[in-house]
Each structure stands twice: as C-alpha cells, then as structure tokens.
C-alpha cells in the first residue's frame, strides 16, 4: 500500500530557532516530491523535488530529497511567527495526476 | 492569472440530502483534481479530470462523483449525505498533468452534515 508518513505530527518553537521536518514514503513508481504550506484553506506549493540530493531553496526555506532512502526533510531557518502552518508532503506517482499526502506537521511559531 | 476558484465557500446539508461543488482551474490548466481534507485522514485523493474525462479515482463510494466541462471547470457531487461526509473538499488543478507539475489548491468549500 503506497503511504507517506510524516515527522513530527506537531512541533513548538521560538522565532529564530531551525527546525527539519521530515517526509518518508514507500509508494510504486515514484514520480517527484512536493511540499506545501497550508494555513488556513489553501495548501500553497513551495517545493518539487524529482531527483536525489539536489537541495531546493527559497529564502529561509529548503529542501532535499533522498531517493535511496525514500525521505525527504524540508528546513526553516531563523523561523518566524508567519511560518507557523501545516506542512504538507505529498508523492507523485506515474499514475496521471495522482499524489498522496502525508498527514501534516503542524508547526508552531511563538515569539 | 487569477488562481483556483472554488463556490460555495461554505455548506451546510442534512444526512440524505445530496451537494454539488464548483471549481474553476486556473486559465490554461486543463487537469483538475479533488481531495477530501479531514483532520483524522489528511488528504485523500477522490479523482482527476482531463480533458472531461476521468482518468483517476480514489476510494471512495459511488456517492461520489464528477465531471469536467468543455471549459475545464469540474463540479463534485455527493448524494446521499452522511455525517462522515462533513469536510474540507478542496480541489487542485495543474497544467497538464505532465510531469514536474505541481497542484495547484483552492480555498476549499466546507460541508458540514448535519
């Protein structure tokens, strides 16, 4: 059966700290990885990662993928109170437009 | 580009009675995907449209079903409401289905069933 568990379910930080999140999945026919933060309705994208060890980056984001491994961890660094959301990973699989997603790690900014 | 439009924002039916959900994709995308988000299940995918055809379904009941029009817009429709229906029902569109393409959400419509 083709999963996607994420770690942790939840997490309390400071504004400044780092914080990894992490992603590991076991699905049949991989196609690439995608985060998404979603804070009230809509997920929004952030990152599509397709092949191993490529760091992806957008500002205090980043993100890098471990096909060997089947995991995934996507860093914050210097958080802020805005970066407070539900983290979303989702799999692509070469089934047309099919992804499964994780369950979330919803995290906490306090300043 | 004007992004994922999804009407109602909000609904609220009794068991039994039956919902239909909207969604414009946004211009130019040409797949458009449905998920249910509840907070025990996450994300569970319900099914993609292309080009007006099904091509994905998820496991769900026969309740629940779709369809896409000539202009990509896609409806939802549950019959035969149950409680358990009640959720956050987003829908995702990309812009072709190809690879290296990601979803792109609405804001959601919430159902409570009532």
């Known amino acids: 059966e083709d999963k996607v568990v994420q770690s942790p379910l939840s997490l309390v930080v400071h504004e400044g700290d780092t914080v990894t999140l992490n992603c590991s999945y076991e699905v049949t026919n991989f196609r690439s990885l995608l985060w998404y933060k979603q804070e009230k309705k809509a997920p929004t994208f952030l990152f599509m990662l397709?092949?191993?060890?490529i760091e992806k980056k957008s500002g205090r984001l980043s993100s890098i993928l471990d096909k060997k491994e089947l995991f995934s961890i996507l860093n914050i660094t210097a958080t802020q109170t805005g970066d407070s959301a539900v983290y979303l990973c989702a799999v692509a699989i070469y089934n047309f437009n099919k992804f499964y997603f994780g369950s979330g790690t919803k995290l906490n900014v306090k300043p | 580009k004007a992004g994922v439009t999804q009407t109602p924002r909000y609904l609220i039916k009794t068991r039994g009675q039956q919902v239909t959900l909207s969604c414009s994709p946004i211009s130019g995308h040409r797949s458009v995907s449905w998920y249910q988000q509840t907070p025990g299940q996450g994300l569970q995918f319900l099914f993609e449209y292309f080009s007006e055809t099904q091509r994905n379904k998820g496991n769900f009941p026969g309740r629940f079903s779709g369809r896409q029009f000539s202009n990509s817009r896609s409806e939802m429709n549950v019959s035969t409401l149950e409680l358990g229906d009640s959720a956050l029902y987003l829908c995702?569109?990309?812009?072709?289905?190809?690879?290296?393409?990601?979803?792109?959400f609405g804001n959601g419509t919430r159902l409570t069933v009532t």
């Open positions: 397709t092949s191993s060890g």
């Open positions: 995702a569109s990309s812009s072709q289905g190809s690879e290296n393409s990601p979803l792109h």
